[in-house]
């Protein structure tokens, strides 16, 4: 079954196309074109969320995705979840913002492939991974501002940097506190519920943090039995914010360390999780779907079934329903493989054409 390194899905607002990168970009014959047409594919989109973890891949290819996203008429937010690495970080300086967590790593480093042949074939190779190099310069110069000599140099040396490093370089616009992340998440999701603007609750949710940390203000007057706060909506939303707090981010951070971040949303509306055995239950179910789902090939599906809450005996149906419907749908391709006449790639080993026509002389005059 053919995997894929990218997974692309519509929010439900319509406006919203979210894309996942994981793993090597160009991998399982999975190239550039089907991830532009997989976005393409979601139509007029005002913004477009890519989340990136990966240690990079084929350099055309990074390049052909930064070309198109960089022109595409939405906004383009790019978030680290892990690290940008080599290819994947020339994909992720198209973004309009470029986000990192306190713990991403983005690296940097020269193009390079293998050759080998006569002196005229090694100097070819060396020649074309000039003409590599100097693309990424262009890409990386229009980010950063950097001069064309100082990001020689950390090409050259294959430079690692952590968030902090990132920004203070010009390679991203900020950094996500750890902390901070999972509290806003939380804040996201109580301003969804509660439909008021969630920069009011984010002001609220800080000063009940503020006031539990211990502040100045004099401890306010207990609340009147007979005043039921469920016939007030500002006082409803108020305790929203402050007496489920701890719970609200405790859900964060069970979603975070679940590798489910993404998800938190659909965990903090839900009425049924009332305490944290309920979430951890929760979170434990998910990650089995969201497992299940990379295990057959099927990432993509993990997303809908989520954020159904679908049990793993549920999901298992409907992923042998889609298997079975791609399976009466495939056909076989007499179309000839295309032969690349150079492959470079920035973080992995490629075959070259000079190797590629070394043996093939040495195989005709043997």
């Not at 595409?72 to 680290?80: D, E, K, L, S, T």
């Not at 310069?137 to 980010?143: D, M, N, V």
């Not at 539990?212 to 409803?236: K, W």
Request: glycine share 4%; proline share 4%.
């Amino acid at each position: 079954m053919k995997k894929s390194w990218f997974t692309v899905q519509a929010l439900a607002d319509g406006r919203t196309a979210q894309v996942s990168v994981r793993g090597y970009i160009g991998e399982w014959g999975i190239t550039d074109r089907e991830f532009i047409a997989a976005v393409e594919s979601h139509g007029e989109v005002d913004t477009i969320e890519v989340a990136i973890n990966s240690r990079g891949g084929e350099v055309d290819h990074a390049l052909s995705i930064f070309n198109f996203l960089k022109n595409h008429p939405a906004r383009v937010n790019m978030r680290v979840d892990g690290v940008a690495m080599s290819a994947a970080s020339i994909i992720l300086m198209a973004g309009d913002e470029i986000a990192m967590p306190a713990n991403a790593i983005l690296m940097i480093h020269s193009p390079w492939s293998y050759a080998s042949g006569n002196a005229d074939d090694l100097r070819q190779a060396a020649d074309v991974l000039d003409v590599f190099e100097s693309a990424l310069l262009e890409t990386y110069q229009a980010r950063s501002g950097k001069t064309a000599d100082e990001l020689k140099t950390m090409l050259s040396e294959e430079t690692f940097m952590t968030a902090k490093e990132a920004v203070a370089h010009g390679f991203a616009d900020r950094v996500i506190p750890l902390k901070a992340e999972a509290r806003a998440a939380s804040a996201v999701a109580y301003a969804a519920a509660l439909n008021i603007p969630l920069d009011v609750l984010v002001r609220a949710q800080a000063e009940a943090l503020a006031d539990a940390e211990g502040g100045d203000d004099p401890p306010a007057a207990p609340l009147n039995p007979a005043d039921d706060p469920a016939d007030d909506p500002a006082m409803s939303a108020a305790q929203a914010v402050a007496i489920p707090a701890s719970l609200s981010s405790r859900i964060a951070t069970a979603a975070s360390d679940a590798g489910l971040t993404d998800f938190m949303p659909c965990f903090a509306l839900d009425a049924a999780l009332i305490d944290m055995p309920a979430v951890q239950q929760a979170m434990a179910d998910a990650r089995e779907v969201f497992d299940l789902c990379a295990l057959v090939g099927m990432a993509e599906q993990a997303e809908p079934l989520i954020r159904q809450r679908a049990s793993l005996a549920d999901a298992r149906k409907t992923l042998q329903t889609r298997m079975a419907a791609l399976d009466e749908s495939s056909h076989t391709d007499s179309t000839p493989a295309l032969q690349l006449s150079q492959s470079v790639a920035t973080g992995e080993k490629a075959a070259s054409a000079s190797s590629i026509w070394a043996s093939r002389r040495a195989a005709a005059h043997s």
